[in-house]
């Protein structure tokens, strides 16, 4: 067996495929057998944000196969990305989204940890049965984590740095928002994200703030529009109200 960039693999661990408009995850169907419930629940915010990553640059993909996760037959894990995709990856968000694919691989291993010394010991494992389907609420909730984590590293690596916290941002008050709507830590590869929801319409997007300098950031702002379509009645009134947001977070820029 060989992984995607053509090396030998003897254990392979997941894959990330295309299917049409979106990413499916593909687990080694023994360590998904054998997964345990903690461990899936800290894996599935993780394989969230690969898959948001991937899909911004599935039309470059040269094949259906977009990622790779294996352990080589030198025992060393390596992941590779599709035929020269890495070349259109800004340098820092491939090495976040790297270095989550190792950290679903140090996941994996546990698992597979945990089971041989469980048959060691003789124990027979009666864990619950995995829920397979997503659960958005709980991803969510582990991708604001995963976020305030992220914020508090770059908030330590800035005083180490002596840089002022939030370099060039004003601190977005809660006042400063649009009625009924809040802001959370969200989790991107690309740098720093903060997630906007309405009370009433959900999730209104995300705006992320990129590194592009010592001292300099961008800001990208995505809507999220969901299942519903763009010119759907509620994609525009998200819209309306995530422009306003974009335009407040836009003015705390000093």
Known sequence: ????AGNDVSIFLFR???????????????IAEDM?????????????ACCE????????????TIMDGNFLVTGEFEVMLSKGLGQHFA???????FQD???????????MDRGTQAEKNGIQRNLPPIEHTPNPKKIKKGLEQLGKTKHQQAKRQWLAE???????????????????????????????????????????????????????MLMQADLYVGQETPESAIVKKKKAIFEE??????????
């Open 1 to 4: 067996m060989q992984n995607i």
């Open 16 to 30: 990330f495929e295309i299917r049409g408009h979106a990413i499916d995850f593909v687990l080694n169907e023994a």
């Open 36 to 48: 345990y419930p903690d461990i899936d629940e800290k894996m599935k915010p993780l394989v969230h």
């Open 53 to 64: 990553t991937l899909l911004r640059y599935r039309h470059l993909s040269v094949s259906n």
């Open 91 to 97: 340098h820092d968000e491939k090495q976040r989204l």
């Open 101 to 111: 694919a190792k950290n679903i691989a140090d996941l994996l291993g546990e698992v």
């Open 162 to 216: 002596g840089v002022p916290i939030r370099p060039g941002l004003r601190q977005l008050r809660p006042e400063d928002l649009p009625p009924h709507v809040t802001a959370s830590s969200g989790y991107d590869h690309r740098g720093l994200c903060y997630v906007f929801d309405h009370k009433t319409l959900g999730e209104l997007g995300r705006i992320v703030m990129i590194k592009a300098g010592e001292q300099e």
């Open 245 to 254: 947001v974009v335009a407040t977070v836009n003015a705390c820029f000093i």
